[in-house]
Nanobody, 127 residues
């Protein structure tokens, strides 16, 4: 499956962005999809995920309350809505997918456990 993240850009602090992750080549059926981000000089960080089996979502503690993850399986697209953006949210945002399963939050939060990655989209938040 090929993934493509889009929707990034420059936004002022306090603003909002909605990122999209579109799949091609194969549908999103039976895939759990996560968002990660990576700021310059920092480790790749887990943002959140949406499960295929129940459409349950999980957000990283540091972002909970400011992000919403959703999926539209008919459109093969997963969304990341980010509100109240802060300069420290500046990063390249990636979406990743793996075959649906029953894993721990720790497992899902580890970027190395994902099989498919899209090219990232840059989000820059100005102060």
């Amino acid at each position: 499956v090929q993934l493509q993240a889009s929707g990034g850009g420059l936004v002022q602090a306090g603003g909002s962005l909605r990122l999209s992750c579109a799949a091609s080549g194969r549908t999103f059926r039976s895939y759990d999809v996560a968002w990660f981000r990576q700021a310059p000089g920092k480790e790749r960080e887990f943002v959140g995920l949406v499960l295929w089996s129940r459409s349950d979502t999980y957000s990283a503690d540091s972002l909970r309350g400011r992000i919403t993850i959703s999926r539209d399986n008919a459109k093969n697209t997963v969304y990341l809505q980010m509100n109240s953006l802060k300069p420290e949210d500046t990063a390249v945002y990636f979406c990743a997918a793996k075959r649906s399963g029953y894993y721990s939050v720790t497992y899902y939060s580890t970027w190395a456990n994902y099989d498919y990655w899209g090219k990232g989209t840059q989000v820059t938040v100005s102060s």
